[in-house]
């Protein structure tokens, strides 16, 4: 089915999210703007991430892992009860099935895995709500790797569970008292430690962000949604290929992986922000954590913070890659606000049986919209990655409904 729409026409198999150019460019975004020592230290993690890449055994030793420990392949669910309601073909790529109940842990186990193969004895991660600080941990104990988590000192008052969770897996969390004390200052000060630890000690970015290789190492080990969802549509889906491939942005690695195995296809991308964390349909231009691309920012260029129910959305701004595939108009930015996500998480609940992550009930809430509106026109089928599993949000949701 071929449809008119608003943006332009699929860039052809021209390497669109293959490699970055030189320096970790995508069109003019990403880079590697960090402190000299930094600087050496991305450079031995690109170097060695080259190496393992292209190595059948770390390949395999990874798919091992997220087959035993993470549960893959996770399924293509037919939304059936909920399809039939839009007038839409809708599957889910379950990501809220893996182990820890989120696709974090598919970048986690890569990190993790290169670290100990660059010698390193220890992770050091940031986290906002505690999600890709629970599943470094996770990963951590798996492979007897020392973590150290940075977290802000307000998160670690709204998330003492995750804060719990982390110190039963072993993990040191360290209280970051800084700037609005949230994920932005966490990051800021994993980086700053890094710089006194890089010889025993692996930075474990939770996304598709940072300075170069990051965006593109973390786009590579969530590849694995993508190119799985790729062969589950192509058996399940009448067309093979779905006309539309959904996910939620927050800085756009669930995302990313997804879209990196469609990227060849004629299947239009989608990228669904939260109204208060839009860094692709509203940010500008500006440099933050080692990298250049899209920022929420005052009329002084200083970067704002984000607003979401969502704490894995809440991120004010986006990968570079993401800057860069909305530049090209290869993939679309779209944003949703908290209540149509809590309408979408419990349309969900009860057509389906499925309670998702409220990042997660961000794309659907796009789904119903659009299909609502028409701009998803009836008959489309759809694949919306399901990122995350809806028990973390469980209070959060018992407070409003
Ligand atoms: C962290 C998180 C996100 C947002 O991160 P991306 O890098 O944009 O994928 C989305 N969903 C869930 C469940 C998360 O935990």
Redesign the pocket.
């Given at each position: 089915m071929r449809h008119l729409l608003p943006w332009r026409e699929p860039v052809p198999p021209d390497g669109t999210m293959g490699e970055p150019r030189a320096r970790g460019r995508f069109g003019e975004y990403g880079g590697r703007y960090a402190p000299e020592s930094l600087v050496e230290a991305c450079r031995e993690v690109d170097e060695a991430f080259r190496e393992a890449w292209v190595d059948p055994g770390f390949r395999g030793a990874l798919a091992r892992l997220l087959a035993v420990h993470a549960g893959r392949p996770t399924p293509l669910t037919p939304a059936g009860r909920l399809s039939e309601a839009l007038g839409v073909q809708l599957y889910l790529k379950r990501e809220d099935l893996t182990h820890t109940g989120?696709?974090?842990i598919n970048n986690v186990l890569g990190q993790a895995l290169l670290a100990t193969r660059m010698g390193r004895r220890r992770l050091i991660a940031e986290t906002g709500a505690g999600?890709?600080g629970v599943a470094t941990a996770t990963a951590a104990a798996l492979l007897g790797l020392e973590a150290t988590v940075f977290m802000g000192e307000r998160d670690i008052e709204r998330q003492a569970l995750n804060v719990f969770r982390m110190r039963m897996l072993g993990a040191e969390v360290i209280p970051v008292t800084t700037g609005s004390r949230t994920l932005k200052d966490a990051t800021s000060e994993a980086m700053r430690h890094w710089v006194g630890a890089t010889g025993d000690s692996h930075y474990c970015i939770?996304?598709?962000v940072g300075p170069d290789p990051y965006p593109w190492m973390v786009r590579e080990f969530q590849r694995v949604i993508g190119d799985e969802a790729r062969g589950q549509c192509a058996a399940e889906l009448p067309t093979g290929v779905p006309d539309y491939v959904v996910a939620?942005?927050?800085?756009?690695?669930?995302?990313a992986g997804t879209f990196a195995g469609f990227a060849d296809t004629p299947a239009r991308l989608v990228g669904v922000e939260a109204e208060g964390g839009a860094g692709a349909a509203r940010g500008r231009l500006g440099v933050l954590h080692g990298c250049r691309s899209l920022f929420l920012q005052d009329d002084d260029g200083q970067i704002t913070e984000a607003q979401s129910l969502a704490a894995?959305?809440d991120y004010p701004g986006v990968g570079p890659e993401h800057a860069h595939l909305r530049d090209l108009g290869r993939a679309r930015y779209v944003t949703v606000t908290d209540d149509e996500a809590i309408g979408a998480a419990v349309r969900l609940a009860r057509t389906e049986g499925i309670l998702p992550?409220l990042?997660?009930a961000h794309a659907l809430a796009w789904v119903i919209r659009a299909a609502d509106t028409g701009d998803l026109p009836a008959g489309s089928t759809v694949l919306m990655t399901l990122?995350?599993r809806g028990d973390k949000d469980v209070s959060t949701l018992k407070e409003l409904l």
């Open positions: 989120s696709h974090k999600q890709h939770g996304s598709v939620c942005v927050g800085g756009g690695s669930n995302a894995g959305l992550a990042e997660s990122s995350g």
